[in-house]
């Protein structure tokens, strides 16, 4: 597989992919947003089910990861990104179908379909990789990833605007234009190029699986964006059914969706920078800075329940989170060769979204039984686990650099 080096194509590439990812966290933001929401006004005082609809979402996601990488693979980015977008575009239309109908069923199931959809959309971040010039792939990477920042507002306030666009039945208008999210993604995809493999790299399957997941460098990838993602997925989702439904505080949907954007800002606007910052401090310095980044995020909320504890616990969520999943995301393409790739992405990304699953689910019965303060206590082991393994990384590579340099002399 040959990289573009010519710069026209890769700010093509760079573009149309920025332009998708822009799109799908758009729809991802939205989902969070107005799922809550509509599973609150569904499930009635029981809330120990509120976080199933973002649950089924990311539930399709991992169920999708492996035959998602598996099919680009074999049929090339550009049409495994169709394909994806296709799928989640149907699950919007019938997550819309089950508001007016008020079936919570039906409505986790199409935003299982949708959640398929980021099994493939979830590999935008790697085809940047891909398409760039060696030294241009930290700033590709983190561009991509950085362009989600639009669905910061795109997506909640597309949700907000299309509340009630169809009378009776709140939010179905928001899952419509969930569906035109995804119509758009698959047409705005078929300009990309994105090299496929030669047949030489089709017949050669690289090193078993197995061997490439004991490297440490894969290992604290994974550990550095499942549990990065895990801590964030595990705050934000429980965060507007605690908004809505504290007693001693009441607050706006304008100040959920306010609380919800600004951590979409953290999560994404650092990522303009953060190619950078990892290119001259190194990325394991960047996922310990941003484990530190998740703590005090932790901090800040357990410290009050005003709008401003909110806010700014979610911000810093969101920067913590960007700098540790950019990191893992890098680290993964370090150990991979081309026709390796699709095993480790695909398994890469499973590992992330089902723990993102799981976490998910047992957010909603941590927050209906324990409370908020135990949602943000029962991240704090995760956070040391980036912190210190990002370290041991640090010491690894440090102690593998001094043998060579001793061996060379």
């Not at 891909?130 to 241009?136: I, R």
């Not at 997506?155 to 928001?174: I, K, L, S, V, Y």
């Not at 039984?369 to 995760?382: E, Q, R």
């Amino acid at each position: 597989m040959k990289q573009f080096e010519s710069a026209p194509s890769n700010l093509k590439n760079l573009i149309i992919l920025s332009l998708c990812q822009a799109l799908f966290f758009s729809g991802r933001t939205l989902t969070f947003f107005a799922a809550a929401l509509v599973a609150i006004a569904m499930l009635g005082e029981d809330l120990r089910f509120a976080t199933a609809p973002v649950t089924a979402m990311l539930v399709g996601t991992s169920v999708a990861t492996l035959p998602a990488s598996f099919l680009m693979r074999a049929w090339g980015r550009r049409w495994g990104f169709a394909l994806g977008s296709l799928i989640g575009f149907s699950g919007a239309l019938i997550a819309a179908q089950a508001v007016a109908m008020g079936n919570f069923a039906i409505f986790n199931f199409g935003i299982f379909l949708s959640g398929l959809y980021g099994g493939f959309a979830q590999q935008y971040r790697f085809a940047a990789a891909e398409v760039a010039p060696a030294h241009l792939k930290e700033k590709n990477v983190s561009i991509v990833i950085a362009m989600s920042v639009l669905g910061a507002f795109i997506g909640p306030e597309t949700a907000f605007m299309a509340r009630d666009w169809m009378e009776g039945a709140a939010f179905q208008g928001a899952f419509y234009a969930l569906a035109g999210f995804y119509a758009l993604s698959a047409a705005i995809i078929q300009f990309v190029k994105i090299p496929q493999l030669s047949e030489d790299e089709l017949k050669d399957t690289g090193r078993p699986l197995r061997e490439i997941m004991k490297s440490p460098t894969f290992m604290i990838a994974v550990i550095a964006a499942l549990f990065g993602y895990v801590v964030m997925n595990f705050l934000m989702v429980v965060t507007p059914v605690t908004m809505e439904t504290l007693k001693t505080v009441v607050f706006s949907h304008e100040k959920i969706k306010l609380v919800i954007q600004w951590h979409v800002v953290g999560m994404f606007l650092p990522g303009f920078v953060t190619g950078h910052l990892i290119k001259k401090f190194g990325v394991v310095r960047i996922i310990a800075t941003g484990a530190a980044i998740l703590l005090a995020s932790v901090l800040v909320a357990l410290h009050g329940l005003t709008f401003a504890h909110f806010l700014v616990s979610l911000v810093l969520l969101g920067v913590g989170w960007n700098f540790t999943f950019t990191g893992g995301t890098l680290l993964v393409t370090e150990v991979h060769s081309p026709a390796e790739r699709a095993k480790v992405q695909g398994t890469n990304d499973f590992l992330l979204f089902t723990g993102l699953a799981i976490s998910s689910l047992m957010a909603g019965s941590v927050y209906h039984y324990l409370g908020w303060a135990w949602v943000n206590y029962a991240m704090l082991p995760a956070i040391l686990v980036i912190l210190f393994s990002a370290l041991w990384l640090r010491s690894s590579r440090r102690k593998e650099q001094a043998i060579m340099r001793t061996n060379s002399q």
